[in-house]
């Protein structure tokens, strides 16, 4: 696995904040790509050659690695983000599969265009994938996410996009999502809390966890200096 500078690894890890004030865990995303996670698309790696995308998550898997004692110790989770194509190199690389299985606090994270969300679509790649991590689904009410695909699947955390968060906010239909989607994993994250009137709006749902700039996040050696 490459090596990484543990000072200047060209990452970011995003606070994903309980609604008690703890912290559940954190996202693992590229620097240049923050400000479009928070405003845009919210999305990784959209602009990279699959070359470049499997070469990223090898980076953010050699970080996860290095800060092993943050993570175990701290009872934190890391989140990446993957796209198909890095689904399939990691079910075809031994070593790489035996790494996330020894770091368990990994959580490969599939975002909403992953290519077997589409209805009718066998779903080999993502079975394989339950074998050796843990899985999140990433951006629900957005492309082919699906309360069918929420009900058939194994996830453990359903991050609500911040568009559906922010166009449904304060509703009722908001709660009764909320409500469907609870049974089928450990715990919703609502994407795109900018603002304390957001935590308001919230009040009442029963969700686990928040996460967008409301909470400053942490560069390398800031993540050593408050939690190793």
């Given at each position: 696995?490459?090596?990484?500078?543990?000072?200047?690894?060209?990452?970011?890890?995003?606070?994903?904040?309980?609604?008690?004030?703890?912290?559940?865990?954190?996202?693992?995303?590229?620097?240049?790509?923050?400000?479009?996670?928070?405003?845009?698309?919210?999305?990784?790696?959209?602009?990279?050659?699959?070359?470049?995308?499997?070469?990223?998550f090898f980076d953010q898997v050699t970080i996860a690695c290095v800060n092993e004692d943050v993570f175990i110790n701290n009872a934190?989770?890391?989140s990446i983000t993957i796209d198909y194509e890095i689904a399939l190199?990691?079910?075809?690389?031994?070593?790489?599969r035996k790494i996330l299985q020894q770091h368990s606090y990994i959580r490969l994270t599939l975002n909403e265009h992953f290519n077997e969300f589409e209805i009718g679509e066998e779903r080999a790649v993502l079975h394989a994938l339950t074998t050796y991590c843990t899985l999140w689904l990433d951006r629900f009410g957005e492309g082919s996410t699906s309360l069918s695909l929420?009900?058939?699947?194994k996830f453990e955390y359903i991050k609500i996009s911040k568009?559906?968060?922010?166009?449904?906010?304060?509703?009722?239909?908001?709660?009764?999502?909320?409500?469907?989607l609870k049974p089928y994993c450990n715990g919703i994250i609502i994407c795109g809390v900018e603002h304390y009137s957001h935590i308001e709006y919230l009040k009442?749902?029963?969700?686990?966890?928040?996460?967008?700039?409301?909470?400053?996040?942490?560069?390398?050696?800031?993540?050593?200096?408050y939690f190793f």
């Open positions: 696995m490459r090596s990484v500078k543990r000072s200047n690894s060209g990452y970011t890890f995003e606070p994903i904040v309980t609604v008690s004030g703890g912290m559940l865990g954190f996202e693992l995303v590229k620097k240049i790509e923050k400000h479009e996670h928070h405003f845009d698309t919210e999305g990784h790696n959209n602009f990279l050659s699959v070359e470049d995308g499997i070469k990223a934190f989770l890391l190199h990691i079910i075809s690389n031994t070593a790489l929420v009900m058939n699947e568009s559906f968060f922010w166009q449904h906010q304060g509703t009722l239909s908001f709660r009764k999502i909320i409500e469907h009442g749902s029963d969700i686990q966890a928040m996460q967008g700039i409301l909470w400053s996040s942490y560069n390398q050696e800031k993540l050593t200096q």
